[in-house]
T-cell receptor, first 115, second 116 residues
Framework: DSGVTQTPKHLITATGQRVTLRCSPR?????VYWYQQSLDQGLQFLIHYYNGEERAKGNILERFSAQQFPDLHSELNLSSLELGDSALYFC??????????????FGSGTRLTVV | AQTVTQSQPEMSVQEAETVTLSCTYD???????LFWYKQPPSRQMILVIR??????QNATENRFSVNFQKAAKSFSLKISDSQLGDAAMYFC?????????????FGKGTKLTVNP
């Protein structure tokens, strides 16, 4: 157990639907990062939150959004899903100081399949 | 642009032997971090080793060590005494800082097979 919890582990949904992926960071970590891993694009950074505030966006589609709540858990919302959104979505956390005390800790991912 | 290149899509090694995975990166920063992550079939991303760019000494974690060549922007991973459990995808990553944020930039990965 890495200390970063992602739910659900697997998700199968139809095109056009909306899903929410959840991430609880490791205790004490203020930063949450979302990554998408697909066969053709590899691991791509989506978005970074620090203590509830959005800090940076990467290759995140407009159909996707995220937020970090006061208890520091984060949710990634994916809407109007397309077949190409099928991927493994990772959440990672860090202490947010930038000093990499423990590096970035990844959750076990959510496997999203859009049919 | 900051990029990470892993030129070996696949590698194989005999159990108990040594293997080296290559990684090169491109950056204009002078202070940064580099990482190797392991992704076994379970899909979990596991930190193997990290290197601070300001440290000239190569990082070592048990059977895993790196050869960090800052001028050449090279960061290879050496696995000694390979074990069956080392079979996995290995990703090299660079931490990019930008403003008040940071992110990991990953290479495409190297699939390592360990033969008994």
């Amino acid at each position: 157990d890495s200390g970063v919890t992602q739910t659900p582990k697997h998700l199968i949904t139809a095109t056009g639907q909306r899903v929410t992926l959840r991430c609880s960071p490791r205790s004490g970590d203020l930063s949450v990062y979302w990554y998408q891993q697909s066969l053709d694009q590899g691991l791509q950074f989506l978005i970074h939150y620090y203590n509830g505030e959005e800090r940076a966006k990467g290759n995140i589609l407009e159909r996707f959004s995220a937020q970090q709540f006061p208890d520091l858990h984060s949710e990634l919302n994916l809407s109007s899903l397309e077949l190409g959104d099928s991927a493994l979505y990772f959440c990672a956390s860090s202490d947010g100081t930038g000093e990499i005390a423990f590096g970035y800790t990844f959750g076990s991912g959510t496997r999203l399949t859009v049919v | 642009a900051q990029t990470v290149t892993q030129s070996q899509p696949e590698m194989s090694v005999q159990e108990a032997e040594t293997v080296t995975l290559s990684c090169t990166y491109d950056t204009s920063e002078s202070d940064y971090y580099l990482f190797w992550y392991k992704q076994p079939p379970s899909r979990q991303m596991i930190l193997v080793i990290r290197q601070e760019a300001y440290k000239q000494q190569n990082a070592t974690e048990n059977r895993f060590s790196v050869n960090f060549q800052k001028a050449a922007k090279s960061f290879s991973l050496k696995i000694s005494d390979s074990q069956l459990g080392d079979a996995a995808m290995y990703f090299c990553a660079y931490r990019r800082r930008q403003g008040g944020s940071e992110k990991l930039v990953f290479g495409k990965g190297t699939k390592l097979t360990v033969n008994p």
